[in-house]
């Protein structure tokens, strides 16, 4: 049977490498892993306690539109419960998105070294995915983009996709040049504007502007949200989307009517209660990235300053190197080759701990893996 070219050349989504996984390659009882920028805590106590009580409920099928944890978000997101969906994760989310409103040969829009997701659920697709190169501080540049979407009309971009914060860089966009973005591409009936929004409570940057607070000003502005890094439920897969009801309309009559199970609904319903949690998570992450910017300044090696749980440092080696030398000391941090970063790696803030001991894994391998120029 054919496929078509975009099918072909499809490359998959890489995950970080499991603990287990390298536990069995390298013959490891202790590993640690800042591969995926998972919530080091844990899930919290009270999702937990929820999740346990419904384990009885599970020979029924789950409430397909999520009604609870729909009224919860939209009071504790303070955003109205009709312009709330909810997806297997916001990759689900962004999957379908793509299928309702690009058809074969249209094209989205984003910047370089932007999260590969949106890359990869095109390309399943069969759209096209343009993007613009980001700034020497790895910020993007929302101004080219809004210049290469009016310079490129036979192009059919019909979504803009803005990580913000970005994964893998960390950095964000915001103040006037996000003021100056929205006013030349809100609100236009021919292209939506997608705020990935996974990081925004690690934000520390005064210059941040969330999407969450002002999609509702304007028609073609949409928001994701996922439960997968400050509620620290990645493996339970749930995500958000705000955005407005004619959305929201389609949206609903192409997901899988029972895509979020009972076990992530009443799950997140607790995590979003669980305010100790939330503050815990932040904590750590915040004294986490201050610990590893001061490791990471000691052994002299170049990092992105960070308004997510992770940060982007450059090995000065060859990374695929580092990284394996890295997984043979029991710690798994994440390549990010296919991101155009030849010899970075990104780390997970984990427990201080864990934080510890991937800096003293990080100091061998400086002394084992050679420098490269
Ligand atoms: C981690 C991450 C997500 C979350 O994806 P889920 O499918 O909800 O786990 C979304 N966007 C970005 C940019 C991320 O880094």
Redesign the pocket.
Known sequence: MKVSAEILNLIPYKPGKPIAETQRDYGLKEVIKLA??ENPLGPSPKAIEAVKLFLMQQHRYPDSVGYELVQKISEVWRVPASQVAL??????IIDLLIRIYCEPGDSILTSESA?I?YQVCAQAARVRVRTVPLRSDLTMDLKAIADYFFRNPTMNIRMIFI?NP??PTGTLVGGEELDEFLVRLGNRDDVLLVF?E??TEFVRDKNFKEAARFYKDYSNVLV?K????VYGM?GL???ALLAPEYVLEYYNRVRNPFNINDLAQVAGISALEDEEYIANSQKTVWEGLDYFYKELTRLKLPYYPSQ?NFVLFDTKRNAEQAYVNLLKKGLILRPVQNYGFKTFLRMTVGKMEENKKAIIAIEKMLTEVSEVG
Do not use: I, Q, V
């Open positions: 995926s920028n997806g297997n994760g916001s990759n689900e999260f997701a990580p970005n994964n990935d996974a990081y994701l996922t439960f997968s890094k990645a897969r749930l995500g997510a």
